[in-house]
């Protein structure tokens, strides 16, 4: 059921070199999203991610990597309100951590799952991807193999663009959001 959207493409860049990251329609200068990378800072999430272009925006959702675990707790919502989070969890699908999966309520109230697989083809230009790269990924709805969404890094070619999302279909906003949130978790662990 996901809708065929005219393929949107979103930058992602690096904001210095504490993990942060910012993303941004391809062509536009104002980021999306702002995503903080809090690693090993207790009482923070993981990874949040903000509207806008830095951590003074909304909290569009969070991500905690569970301790001695392979699998990633990841929230769609602001934490300081703790009744109107969605959580879900994002778990390893193979053992080189090459497939994740995770599932999401469609808007037909059903429940889909997805895996993020590496890849070494993402097709998306701009971007290299080669045989050595481990952050290029393909977003497939589990049971139709199709592909909905890409992420290609840039690998060595640039040190502030980190790669480029590529999304190919979509069930709407709130979707959308939670396919960056989890890639996103995915960026920064790698």
Known sequence: N???????????????????????LSGDVSPLYFVRSSIFRPG???????????????VIGV??????????KVGRGDPANPNN???????????????????VWSREEQR?????KRTHDPNIKGTMSTKLDRRSWKLEDEATGHVVAVF???????????????????????????ILDRKSTRLNSS
């Open 112 to 116: 889909k799952s997805y895996l993020w």
């Open 44 to 58: 923070i999430p993981d990874v949040t991610i903000f509207a806008g272009s830095d951590k003074n925006g909304a």
């Open 63 to 72: 991500c905690n990597y569970v301790a001695f675990s392979t699998s990633i």
């Open 85 to 103: 989070m969605e959580w879900e969890e994002v778990t390893k699908a193979s053992r080189d951590h090459s497939m994740y999966k995770f599932s």
């Open 2 to 24: 996901l809708v065929p959207s005219p393929e949107r493409e979103i930058d992602v860049y690096r904001d210095g070199q504490n993990g942060n990251l910012k993303l941004l």
């Open 152 to 178: 290609a890094s840039t690998g060595i070619k640039s040190w502030k663009k980190a790669g480029k999302f590529r999304l190919l279909a979509s069930e709407g906003k709130e979707w959308e959001e939670w």
